[in-house]
């Protein structure tokens, strides 16, 4: 998917919207993302201007929306919103810079009704950068 698509998905917009692409694994309860992170983000003016470093929690911040993008794309989902409901275990593992592309990847743990868990990774160059599991609901 493209960004247009994903807009069709999930509400976000820029400066909100941290995917650029998604693909949705074929089983369905995976997904890869892509965030290419430019010089021109309007978070990096202000987090360390003289070293620009993306805010960890916008890294998750980009995890849940594919995690977001997962769940709504399924037809249950459709036309339906999704809202954070906790984070466990996240840790941060190296700085996200500009000129980096954030390869995101998603996997559901649990999936019920209309809550779920899933575990996502954030990577630079293969090496993971953030990691945590992830709590949601869906709703209308």
Request: hydrophobic share 40%; charged share 25%.
């Amino acid at each position: 998917m493209n960004v247009d698509e994903i807009k069709k998905i999930i509400p976000h917009r820029e400066p909100f919207l941290m995917l650029d692409e998604a693909e949705i694994i074929e089983n369905g309860n995976s997904a890869k993302g892509f965030k290419k992170i430019t010089g021109n983000e309007s978070f990096l003016r202000g987090h360390f201007p003289d070293e620009p470093v993306m805010p960890g929690v916008l890294i998750i911040e980009a995890m849940a929306q594919l995690g977001a993008v997962l769940a709504l794309s399924k037809p249950e989902g459709a036309g339906k919103k999704i809202y954070f409901t906790s984070i466990d275990n996240a840790r941060f593992r190296k700085k996200v810079k500009p000129g980096d592309l954030l390869e995101l990847s998603v996997e559901f743990v649990a999936f019920r009704h209309s809550m779920g868990k899933g575990h996502a990774e954030a990577s630079v160059n293969g090496s993971v950068v953030c990691s945590a599991d992830l709590g949601f609901a869906v709703g209308e």
